[in-house]
């Protein structure tokens, strides 16, 4: 067996990879010293956001210990439906590939697991379920005995914490990894960063020993903003008309929504309104969901309405806005289900629209779910770290940084930061408000809804407010001056700093809790951002769409025989994917495309220069590319 070289020597190995098979110039961030530390035999977790480039942190240490003579990386993953993208790419760059999963015959598999045991396999991608099968294991034994295993990558390693969002239990499993197959070094990867979930993924994987590396989380070319909910599906049309639809058609994007329902009521929607979008949740045939999810990868385009089953390991690099309907459970849910925005580094949004009726039925979720109170409380608490975002009226990448450890300074590219929201002093509406809850319960011995304690506030004369008698109460009407828009703010205000708790097994009744006192009876103000009675405005036109999308890399705007060239590579491009049946992207990226549109290269050298094009790429297509290029000199 050839020996790793020693340190430095391994950096520059790794980096031959990265340029001789994947064609970039250089490591991004801490992925360097990452490379080079897993090659050299080392664990590792690594904390990197979405689109920060994890997979070349296993795909060159495997290619580079391959070389040595260290044989076989197999890579768990979760989604087997992704595996065939993930393992398309690496083929199409050059590089021995497989995966093992159950959409494989059982002569294919057995194919597979053959050319495994005669190393005929640098990376193999396999379901967790499947890797701790005893037939698979014992195939990794005869592996290991003859000191073929190299090593092993863990990828979406949070699924193994119930702290993530979504925990697998066959994760557990995977500590046998450690147990059996001593001195074959990990790699865990997760965009995940909380300490929480970090510390469980430690625990449950034994990685005590692992170094770890954490990115920053921040994803700067993603623009945050969260609007109050007014006609929700409305304001989504806006923002999608005003943001991401251009003379061609409609950007990429993924709407979330809380339910299957509201899914299908919302892509029906959408499609009336002329956009290309399509529904995809859990109660979706098997045979169709998989079908929406490879249009999704494979047209430009195309809008998925879906639930939060839809996402995980998707890695479409230009999706170019996720938008959520309804408020997800928590910011680590959020920052993940934002982050498959814009991976490939170009402009992106991130747009939510939330109301009380959200905080209201994530709370109910969690109140009638059968988990132990701890946990129970531990997932409140997750629930109003989001809705304090929401609320806020400071920058919210430093909110969301800051959740997850990393202090920041405003950012100048979310809704707070570019357009600061007016604030108004409401303490004394707050009070009114709260002693109203509190005189209303104190008189009827029973407590009451948002909607009632609203209609006393503002002396609405109603059916409930008769049969209780609370016309008579000193507080009906001391608030007829304000809209019912404006009382709801202000309590999802008060719910947020826990001065208000919604009973969600009692009606969503509402109740005075432990920081009403401060408001009531201390000096504790209240500051609140200025309804807006009208539906949001958006923003200037333009603002936010990507300005990436028709430059060169240099940022210089593409002429209009460039822009030609583009359509005339995008659609050989397109040819090609369908030959292969794999996503475009797989074949090149859009800013490789923008490059050679740019930059008319005349020669294979030329090709040289282009981020995105290593030997295997320049090899199979350097002519074809040549030659489309060449109609356009
Ligand atoms: P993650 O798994 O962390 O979400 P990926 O591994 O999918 O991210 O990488 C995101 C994108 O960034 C991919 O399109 C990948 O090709 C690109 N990328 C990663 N590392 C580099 C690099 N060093 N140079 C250029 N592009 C890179
Ligand atoms: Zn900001």
Redesign the pocket.
């Known amino acids: 067996m050839i020996d790793i070289a020693p340190a430095g020597e391994t950096l520059e190995t790794c980096a031959g990879v990265?340029q001789e098979v994947f064609g970039?110039d250089?490591?991004?961030g801490p992925?360097a010293e990452i490379v080079a530390h897993v090659s050299e035999g080392g664990d590792a977790l690594v904390l990197?956001p979405?689109?920060?480039?994890?997979?070349?942190c296993y795909q060159v240490p495997a290619i580079v210990r391959e070389r040595a003579g260290r044989g076989l990386t197999v890579v768990v993953s979760p989604l087997i439906a992704l595996m065939h993208d993930q393992v398309g790419a690496l083929l199409e760059a050059g590089v021995a590939a497989a995966f093992l999963n159950s959409s494989l015959s059982l002569d294919e598999a057995q194919q597979v697991e053959k050319q495994m045991l005669r190393g005929e396999i640098t990376l193999l991608y396999a379901a967790p379920e499947r890797l701790t099968t005893p037939r698979f294991l014992a195939l990794l034994d005869s592996l290991h005995e003859r000191g073929r295993l190299s090593l092993f990558a863990i990828d979406e390693a949070h699924c193994v914490s119930q702290w993530g969002h979504d925990f697998r239990p066959e994760y557990r499993g995977l500590v046998v990894l450690h147990e059996r197959f001593a001195g074959v070094p990990r790699v865990a990867l997760t965009?995940t960063a909380d300490d929480l979930t970090r510390a469980d993924i430690i625990e449950r994987l034994q990685l005590q020993e692992a170094r770890t590396f954490i990115s920053s989380f921040d994803r700067p070319n993603i623009r945050y903003t969260i609007v109050e909910k007014t006609d929700g599906t409305q304001q989504l049309l806006r923002f999608i008309r005003d943001e991401h639809s251009h003379s061609q058609g409609h950007d990429a994007g993924i709407v979330y929504c809380q339910s299957r329902k509201r899914v299908e009521e919302v892509a029906g929607l959408l499609r009336d309104a002329g956009f290309n979008a399509l529904p995809y949740h859990a109660g979706l045939e098997p045979a169709l969901r998989q079908n929406h999810q490879d249009r999704f990868l494979r047209e430009e385009g195309l809008i998925m309405v879906a639930t939060i089953a839809f996402g995980m390991g998707i890695?479409k690099?230009d999706v170019r806005f996720v938008a959520h309907l309804d408020m997800p459970k928590n910011i680590e849910g959020y920052y993940q289900e934002t982050g498959r925005a814009g991976?490939?580094g170009e402009a992106a949004n991130a747009w939510m629209t939330y109301g009380l009726q959200d905080v209201v039925n994530q709370r109910r979720m969690i109140d009638e779910s059968p988990a132990a109170d701890e946990f129970k409380q531990v997932l409140r608490g997750k629930l109003d770290a989001l809705l304090t975002l929401a609320e806020g009226s400071d920058c919210r990448r430093v909110r969301l940084l800051g959740y997850f450890g990393e202090a920041s300074e405003p950012c100048g590219n979310c809704d707070n930061c570019l357009k600061p929201p007016e604030l108004i002093d409401a303490t004394e509406a707050a009070r009114k408000i709260l002693s109203c809850i509190y005189r209303v319960q104190q008189a009827s011995g029973t407590a009451f809804g948002a909607g009632h304690i609203m209609d006393i506030l503002r002396g609405k004369q109603t059916e409930k407010m008769a049969q209780y008698a609370h016309h008579k109460l000193s507080t009906f009407g001391i608030g007829d001056d304000w809209s019912e828009t404006q009382w709801r703010a202000l309590l999802r205000q008060l719910i947020a700093r826990e001065a208000v708790q919604v009973d969600a097994a009692h009606f969503n009744t509402l109740h005075l809790a432990e920081g009403a006192r401060d408001i009531l009876k201390g000096g504790a103000q209240v500051w609140m951002k200025q309804a807006s009675e009208k539906p949001a405005r958006s923003r200037n036109k333009g603002s936010s769409r990507s300005a990436a999308k028709d430059v060169a890399p240099d940022g210089q705007p593409l002429s209009l025989a460039e822009r030609e060239c583009l359509d005339a590579l995008k659609a050989w491009r397109a040819e090609v994917a369908r030959e292969h049946n794999l996503p475009a992207f797989v074949i090149f990226?859009d800013a490789t495309l923008r490059a050679l549109a740019a930059q008319q290269p005349r020669t294979m050298a030329d090709l040289d220069g282009i981020?995105g094009i290593g030997q295997k790429k320049r090899e199979a297509y350097g002519a074809e590319v040549l030659r489309v290029v060449s109609a356009f000199g």
């Open positions: 990265l970039y250089a490591f991004r992925q990197m979405t689109g920060g480039g994890k997979s070349l965009a890695d690099p991976r490939d990226h981020a």
